[in-house]
């Protein structure tokens, strides 16, 4: 995607619009502004630099007729539920106008949009609903521990803890060490990103492990690969996903991403989080008797904790897990990367 | 289902027509006749009792058009990958022509074939795909294990280890001693047989645990709810399914069925079985921090061996589990029934 996108964000920028996020810090693509009302009505001249550190600046404006010209709108902010809001028909109704792409992970399909099909038609844009699996996926053959490129998983103790992040920060910093290596997404962000991927969530149950090992397949050409991971094995209502990814993926090291001082399961407040050494013990033992792997390392999200907070965070995190761990937003990959290669 | 049935089960049965045999044993259903070409032509006279005991006896034809009457043709064997073999296509036209329904567990959908949806029109008959999940599936809300119905879930240490069996014979055995017991299928020749139930593997992949919790509200009346496993989770192709089911269906208890002599992963023959210990324990890992519960007895399978042989699978598997173990088929249901009860 080195092209020029916009970014749909309504009400949720930056907190809420983890897509929109995602775009401005790791793809390929120049961000002319993102859209979000609520922020553009209370300051006019507000810019993504004000809300987000370390990406590049755009303007932030309150309608998409009001941003610069643009080669594909991008939907970055998911409602609960995965819906499409009536609300944004004008924006997306502006931007197929344009000529422009409309790109979407949601769980509404813009191809099944009768007016958003006739636009597209009209003014030869595309849309692309990344949530959409291939029709062709079939069941795990039990061959990705067979292909010659080093697999690298992300895992998690809960969703929303830094998977698709740490994945790319690591995939990135091999990068630029000189490293062939590859990104496999399995989720809507990291696939917009990656403008490739398939979104596991989403595929027949049977052929969740096959999905990833198909990626792994595709890209096994690369000395490494770095595999998004998602949801996590203690979760109540995602761990057949997260089981899928580790026997497809039969990843030679794991870290487990972690966000400091989450204690229950998100959204799910009754469950709570285990200990992560054992969350971490858990994923060995479910990895042994298909492909046995270990826990290399471990990411700590500690965006909410102060420094010295987030020390002590790391520390107690370092001793449960056994093995090196970082934040790799505020510490950087390097350390996680060195554990993995 | 209290009604007059054909099997459909060309080249297969008994033994790949796993379907049929199912109906043949549980099913409320008069089977009218099985249709096997390759055995009616090579005995004209052939019965279901020279085939399989325990079950109703009936003629064993060679083509649908030489059957008694039916209200139901059902596709009782599964080829490789799930589609139809044409060859079986003048049978199920009969079927239809006689103003029968079809149910199938196949992956190819009759309702898509044009000529099958235009006989079922004209003569008044029902194409019934059991694979094809209901639409308004979506996440598991995680509260299978507050629902009152006590909840026993077959698992396995792979794949046709005999968990529809063995939760079948529960079930059944519940209902004898006065137990107000309902059978949760979860695989099409349990959904056959019960005329109920959802597809697991077919669902989307962050529906898994929610289709399997949807079932057990559905029947949270009763007393006792005995839900069918599906795969392994040391599987390398299945193992999301299995986790799915686990962490949906929140079991009291579960029975662990293993196939005696089984060393390898059916079809994966690379991956060995571990210890079935072992993989009990695995379970118990897995399950523990969402909703904790124990393997409280074995089911064995040991049709493929003589008596002698027999006792000793058992008796090493006793040990193995630590836990009650029997045939369900050589030994009766009881003593597993008294192990979860």
């Known amino acids: 995607m080195t092209r020029r996108v916009a970014l749909l964000a309504h009400e949720g920028f930056p907190d809420r619009a983890k897509t929109a996020v995602g775009v401005l810090r790791y793809a390929d693509s120049e961000v002319v502004a993102v859209v979000d009302r609520e922020i553009a009505e209370a300051d006019p001249d507000a810019r993504v630099a004000d809300y987000v550190s370390d990406v590049p600046d755009a303007p932030i404006v309150g309608r998409v007729a009001d941003a610069p010209t643009f080669d594909a709108l991008v939907i970055g902010v998911a409602p609960i539920g995965g819906g499409f809001d009536e609300s944004w028909r004008p924006d997306v109704r502006t931007a197929l106008e344009t000529g422009a792409d409309v790109v979407s992970g ?53 969703c929303s803890t830094g998977k698709m992040t ?46 990833v090992e198909r990626m792994c397949r595709e890209r096994a050409d690369h000395d490494y690969l770095f595999v998004e991971g998602q949801g996590s094995i203690v979760h109540p209502a995602y761990s057949a996903v997260t089981t899928g990814i580790l026997h497809g993926a039969m990843p030679d090291s794991l870290v487990l991403c972690h966000e400091a001082g989450r204690e229950a399961v998100h ?70 990367l060195e554990a993995v290669l």
Chains 1, 2 share one sequence.
């Open 106 to 158: 949601l769980h509404y399909f813009l191809a099944n949009d009768e007016e958003f099909v006739r636009l597209a038609d009209e003014h030869g844009g595309t849309l692309r609903d990344v949530r959409q699996p291939p029709d062709d996926l079939t069941v795990a053959e039990g061959i990705a521990h067979d292909l010659e490129a080093e697999i690298v998983l992300t895992v998690g103790t809960d």
């Open 166 to 211: 740490t994945t790319r920060e690591l995939y990135e910093a091999a990068r630029d060490r000189g490293i062939d290596a590859a990104f496999v997404p399995t989720g809507q962000t990291g696939i917009i990103i990656e403008n490739w991927g398939i979104p596991i969530d989403r595929t027949v149950s049977d052929f969740t492990a096959g999905a």
């Open 267 to 336: 959204g799910y407040e009754e469950f709570e989080i285990p200990n992560p050494g054992y969350v971490a013990e858990l994923y060995e033992s479910l990895a042994e008797p298909v492909a046995p792997t270990s826990v290399a390392a471990g990411a700590l999200n500690t965006a909410n904790l102060a420094t010295a907070e987030a020390e002590a965070a790391l520390d107690r995190y370092r001793s449960q897990l056994g093995a090196p761990v970082a934040d790799p937003i505020r510490d950087g990959p390097e350390q996680l």
